[in-house]
Structures are given as structure tokens and as C-alpha cells.
């Protein structure tokens, strides 16, 4: 059973574009959905997080859209470098504090 | 370095043989987690404690699997009779228990290589 579906699995992106990566769940409990960045031989490092009282939050280059009613969130990198060059994956918990269920992620290549 | 450490960071065994890995979460963290993580796929959860309770296990965690977490501070995760299927990237978080702090922060992980 996949509680949190992502796509695409992988991303090619142009220097300066947009990435943009998609994330659907299932459980209406989830409240908290947060974004992983890793690079190979790493642990997954937060980027951003969004709870379901909002829509959007910006941070920096990295943007997450929610759409509660559609059960789906998404992350847009703008203005896409080479160093963003790395697999990412979204996550959900319930009420915080509580083990993340991640989908199975999504590899980015930023090309020049 | 305050962040999560966890040693060794590569682990290379024979299967039926036990091994155990270690984490130190960030100091001030209460809650700690296991995932295991194989190639190409997301996260895992295997185990979580709160201080040195441990809260809950995953369906993925056989009998082979232990975990504990003595004095509330770091944790060790013990595999007996390892087997080829345990080879994946062990992963260790830990959080603050807050109603305004919901991150969880990994570590760089431990392979292990059962041969």
C-alpha cells in the first residue's frame, strides 16, 4: 500500500528553469508534509515543510503548493542549478513528531 | 558538529553474522527514529522511541531486529543472523517533541553489505 505516491521518478531541467515535483497521499489524518533532499552516499536533509493550514510556503528558491481538497502537494524549485542535482523525496506524518511515511522519490538532473 | 551521527558508516558482514550500529541523536532531541532505506526507494520506518521508551515497530522489523535506547540518549540497532535481504542504508533521525517543531533530522547513515 502507497500512502504517499510521487512523480516523476526521474527530472531533466535546464540551468535557470523550474523543477517541479509532484506528491499525492491517501490518509486525510496526515497534517504535516515535508521535502528531503539527498545526494548519493547521504542522509536526507530537510528542505522545506508545509502543514495543512496553508497552501504555499517559500523559502529561498524552494516552494511547496498544497491543495488539501485534492490531496496533493507539490515542490518547485526555481531558477534550477546543477548543484540541485540530487534525488528528492516527500514525506507525510500524522501530527507531527511521528514516523514519516516517504514516497519513493524523484531524481533530478540540472543540465547546463 | 551537532547534528545526528551514527557509526560505522559502512558495515560489511557475512550472513549469519550479528551486527549492531549506533546513533547519537542532536543533544536536546527526545525522539528517536530508525528507517532503513534501499537502493532507489524512500525510507523505511523500522522503530521510534521517545526518551528511552520505545513507542513503536514497524511490520518490517523481524525478530531478528533489536533496537533499544538505555539511558534516553543514544541508540543502538542490532541485527542477529544477518541475512542478504538486510543490506540497505540504515538511517537514523531524531526530533524534538513540540507542538511548533515537527523536523526530523537524519544522520549520514550506515551501510551495511551482507555477503
Not at chain 1, 491543495?67 to 523525496?89: C, E, R, V
Request: proline residues 5%; hydrophobic residues 30%.
Amino acid at each position: 500500500q502507497q500512502q504517499v505516491k510521487q512523480s516523476p521518478q526521474s527530472l531533466i531541467v535546464q540551468k535557470g528553469g523550474i523543477s517541479i515535483i509532484n506528491c499525492a497521499y491517501e490518509n486525510t489524518a496526515f497534517d504535516y508534509f515535508p521535502w528531503y533532499q539527498q545526494f548519493p552516499g547521504k542522509g536526507p536533509a530537510l528542505l522545506i515543510a508545509i502543514r495543512p493550514d496553508v497552501s504555499e510556503k517559500k523559502e529561498g528558491r524552494f516552494t511547496i503548493s498544497f491543495n488539501k481538497s485534492a490531496k496533493q502537494f507539490s515542490l518547485h524549485i526555481m531558477d534550477s542549478q546543477p548543484g540541485d542535482s540530487a534525488t528528492y523525496f516527500c514525506a507525510a506524518s500524522f501530527s507531527g513528531n511521528t514516523p514519516l511515511v516517504f514516497g519513493k522519490g524523484t531524481r533530478l538532473s540540472v543540465i547546463a | 558538529d551537532t547534528g545526528v551521527s551514527q557509526n560505522p558508516r559502512h558495515k560489511i558482514t557475512k550472513r549469519g553474522q550479528n551486527v549492531t550500529f549506533r546513533c547519537d541523536p542532536i543533544s536536546e532531541h527526545n525522539r528517536l527514529y530508525w528507517y532503513r532505506q534501499t537502493l532507489g526507494q524512500g525510507p523505511e520506518f523500522l522503530t521510534y522511541f521517545q526518551n528511552e521508551a520505545q513507542l513503536e515497530k514497524s511490520r518490517l522489523l523481524s525478530d531478528r531486529f533489536s533496537a533499544e535506547r538505555p539511558k534516553g540518549s543514544f541508540s543502538t540497532l542490532e541485527i542477529q543472523r544477518t541475512e542478504q535481504g538486510d543490506s540497505a542504508m540504515y538511517l537514523c533521525a531524531s526530533s524534538a517533541t513540540s507542538a511548533f517543531s515537527y523536523e526530523q533530522y537524519f544522520g549520514p547513515g550506515t551501510r551495511l553489505t551482507v555477503t
